[in-house]
């Protein structure tokens, strides 16, 4: 889990932050424009699968352990529409449903959605429809947070790309530490007593309910965000997600039996798997006394490589390789290197989460094939304890093969080792 993301001075929590029950209320912000995805409807309106991005966020919220009070807040004019289509769904769920209008920003979008919380509710979520394939793990992660903690929580993906600061007529100023920044997702969670007193004391217009709670003197802590909850915003990313929906869709017909898509066409989900390729590379470590971890091996009497974990470059290429196939990110975005859980952490810990995480996404692991580029260690007289162990915990075919680079390049001069890997992914079912 990150550090606490505090994006205040740390100060008691008042009394009115204290409060915890086991009512809960999300608030889908879904009144904005969304210009820059280039459609005539509003962002939250626009169609994706079967629905629109509303119905998929709503969805996900629907999918939470406990079923939350739901507010949707739309644009005035879609608010008898919206409440027409909502309302057998929430039904369906046992959850209550209020359809209220945005205001002229998302700070007023969301304090009308909290001005009509019954006070029973105690703790609140706000959510943009725009994140909608935010899973509801998510959802019930940062409800546990906020429980436990009693305090902000938000969902947050470390920055794996560099990160500039940039004049305003282009120039490069300086490189920027991202050491310590994470991009922020939503749903937000709170106490409703700490949001509550945030938007009754606001002054100022804030980006997110994270910086307004923060303003008032409270602290905000992040937890780890998902690679599903990114922003539909260009329309780039709305491909993106017609993808994914599209994928869910057919892995979903094939658990419940069916076979061909509804115009009679043979489902893609059954008959394409997926294919992800992944490569690392680790130079060798300073110091000689660093242990050598490869294809989940140690191997005694050699150099180690250098990195924030074990350096194992075969292992972090498969997982590298799955999540490219599953549409899950990489490796720098899923196992940042600011990510404590994972220092010194060996290439089985990386497959064995690695593989949850693509199975929690619907497939599992077919066949994965690896190879390792360097000049040592001798693979031959251990690949086939290499290729049991990996079998073991992909639950699927490993194979390891190993090259050299003739003499050429970094691996050719003996300073590090690379590894190429290809994972093949089928929907589970």
């Not at 079967?50 to 004019?77: I, K, Q, Y």
């Not at 919206?82 to 209008?101: E, G, M, N, Q, Y």
């Not at 490569?279 to 110091?287: E, Q």
């Not at 975005?333 to 995480?357: C, I, M, N, Y």
Request: hydrophobic content about 45%; aromatic content about 4%; charged content about 20%.
């Amino acid at each position: 889990m990150h550090p606490p993301f505090v994006v205040s001075a740390a100060v008691p929590v008042p009394e009115y932050a204290r409060t915890v029950s086991s009512a809960i209320a999300v608030i889908v912000v879904a009144a904005g424009s969304g210009t820059r995805l280039g459609h005539v409807e509003p962002k939250a309106f626009v169609p994706l699968g079967s629905g629109t991005v509303l119905s998929v966020a709503v969805d996900s919220v629907l999918g939470m352990r406990e079923t939350p009070h739901l507010v949707l807040v739309v644009p005035g004019e879609r608010i008898e529409s919206t409440r027409a289509r909502f309302a057998p769904i929430a039904a369906a769920s046992t959850a209550a449903l209020d359809v209220v209008s945005g205001g002229a920003t998302r700070q007023e979008s969301v304090a009308n959605g909290l001005a009509v919380l019954p006070a029973g509710v105690d703790v609140v979520l706000v959510h943009d429809a725009a994140r909608a394939l935010a899973p509801g793990l998510l959802f019930d992660e940062v409800v546990g947070a906020v429980r436990a903690r009693r305090r902000g929580i938000v969902p947050a993906l470390d920055v794996v790309d560099t990160v500039k600061r940039v004049s305003d007529d282009g120039r490069v100023l300086e490189t920027v530490d991202r050491s310590s920044l994470r991009a922020v997702q939503t749903p937000q969670g709170f106490p409703r007593a700490s949001l509550d007193h945030a938007y009754a004391t606001a002054h100022g217009e804030f980006t997110d309910d994270a910086a307004l709670v923060a303003s008032t003197g409270l602290v905000v802590d992040a937890v780890p965000g998902d690679v599903r909850a990114f922003k539909i915003t260009v329309p780039a990313d709305l491909h993106r997600a017609e993808q994914l929906v599209a994928e869910a869709a057919g892995r979903a017909a094939v658990d419940a039996g069916g076979s061909a898509a509804p115009d009679g066409a043979p489902s893609p989900a059954r008959l394409w798997p997926r294919v992800g390729t992944g490569s690392d590379v680790h130079a060798f470590a300073d110091d000689p006394s660093t242990p050598l971890w490869l294809a989940g091996l140690e191997w005694p009497g050699e150099r180690g490589l250098s990195g924030h974990s074990d350096g194992d470059a075969a292992a972090h290429a498969i997982c590298d390789a799955m999540l490219a196939a599953a549409g899950l990110g990489d490796v720098g975005q899923v196992f940042g290197t600011a990510d404590a859980r994972f220092a010194g952490a060996h290439g089985e810990v990386f497959l064995a989460e690695t593989r949850r995480l693509v199975e929690a996404a619907g497939w599992r692991v077919g066949n994965v094939s690896v190879q390792i580029v360097g000049n040592r260690p001798k693979l031959a007289p251990r690949r086939v304890e290499a290729e049991a162990l990996m079998s073991r915990v992909l639950d699927a075919p490993v194979s390891v093969a190993a090259t050299t680079s003739d003499g050429l390049g970094f691996t050719g001069r003996g300073e590090g080792v690379a590894a190429i890997a290809t994972a093949m992914l089928v929907p589970r079912g």
